[in-house]
């Protein structure tokens, strides 16, 4: 059975509200002022989240398809929070970069009310598939609060396939992020199959030491073609990756430039079985962690590129897709700054 993303980006929330017209974004704006004054947030930080939610639903009725809005309690360091999870199935936001560099209302064009959402929130993470859809991560807190990294994921598939075999997702922890980028062989939906099943596994398991959840993985995909994955934990002041396979995971920055090496083996594929490598490297706040499938040259490099470095992870990563996807393959790439 295909396991769709929309499945995967609400697994962990509550109900959800179907956007359907403006009825179902005034409902949304509703909710999310019911949810704020439940949890005590004040009334500023409602009023920035119900223009949110607006933002959101207005882009998913204008570019989007089969958009759903959910709603989380969330808290940082003891301070209450909310965050939206607004997800679809359209078409993916073709231009990231210019959608983040918009202004005004989601009237004015394709993902404008995007760089509106970014001014009225805290943090913001993306996970946008061209063909398959986007979803947006919005959080704000009731004070000010220690900044966490925030995400961007994108991906295409093949020419002539519908469907990725690439996957990717995370995880937000207490004190960590977990992260995944799967690569599952060949392409098409049996490599999408083993690479969503990697990533479920890991999505279900954060807090499992990563070269187990590796080893795990190895057993759960034993049915599928195989795939190849990249793990990464950061916490605090160091990341963490277990790879195994040709999934490329690289750390820069302003005073970094490192590259992890993964084990050389293939989850799922009947062979010998041999431990995972865990490598570990110091990370700054202004460093980004960058993982990337083979769809991507192994050359890629933002080594110096202080500018867009600066700039949110989304842009980055469009940056990248960019410049050194190739047009023979699936490509993804995540990038967590």
């Known amino acids: ?76 360091d003891g301070v209450p929070g909310l965050e939206i999870v607004a997800a679809d199935q359209g078409d993916g936001i073709q231009n990231p970069t210019q959608a983040l560099r918009g202004a005004g209302s989601t009237s004015g064009g394709l993902g404008v009310g995007l760089s509106a959402v970014r001014s009225l929130v805290d943090e ?11 979803c947006v991560w919005a959080r704000k807190f009731a004070t000010p609060v220690r900044r966490r990294r925030e995400l961007g994921i994108l991906g295409r598939a093949h020419p002539t396939e519908r469907v990725s075999g690439d996957a990717a997702g995370f995880v937000r922890l207490e004190g960590s992020l977990v992260l995944a980028v799967a690569d599952g062989l060949g392409h098409g939906p049996a490599a999408r199959e083993a690479s969503m099943l990697a990533v479920r596994h890991v999505l279900e398991r954060p807090e499992r030491p990563l070269p187990e959840l590796q080893q795990e993985c190895h057993g759960a995909l034993s049915q599928t073609r195989g795939a190849v994955m990249a793990l990464a934990r950061i916490a605090e002041d160091e990341a ?23 084990s050389q083996f293939a989850l799922g594929v009947p062979t010998l079985v041999r431990n995972v490598r865990l490598h570990s490297a110091p990370v700054g706040p202004r460093d980004a962690l960058i993982l990337h499938t083979d769809g991507l040259s192994a ?39």
């Open 1 to 76: 059975m295909e396991t769709f993303l929309i499945d995967v980006w609400l697994r962990d929330t509550a109900d959800s509200l179907s956007i359907l017209d403006e009825a179902s974004v005034s409902l949304a704006r509703e909710a999310v002022r019911r949810e704020g004054e439940r949890l005590g947030l004040p009334v500023p930080v409602v009023a920035s989240l119900a223009t949110a939610v607006s933002e959101l639903g207005h882009n998913q009725l204008k570019h989007g398809h089969a958009g759903l809005i959910a709603l989380r309690a969330i808290a940082r």
């Open 124 to 134: 913001v993470d993306f996970d946008i598939r061209f063909g398959e859809g986007t």
């Open 240 to 262: 963490t990756i277990a790879s195994v396979g040709n999934v490329a995971a690289y750390l820069c920055g302003p005073n970094t430039s490192h590259r992890f090496a993964g």
């Open 299 to 337: 050359r890629a490099s933002l080594d110096g590129e202080l500018d867009l470095l600066r700039e949110h992870p989304i842009v980055v990563a469009h940056a990248m897709l960019e410049r050194f996807g190739r047009d023979d393959d699936d490509a993804l790439v995540l990038v967590a700054r």
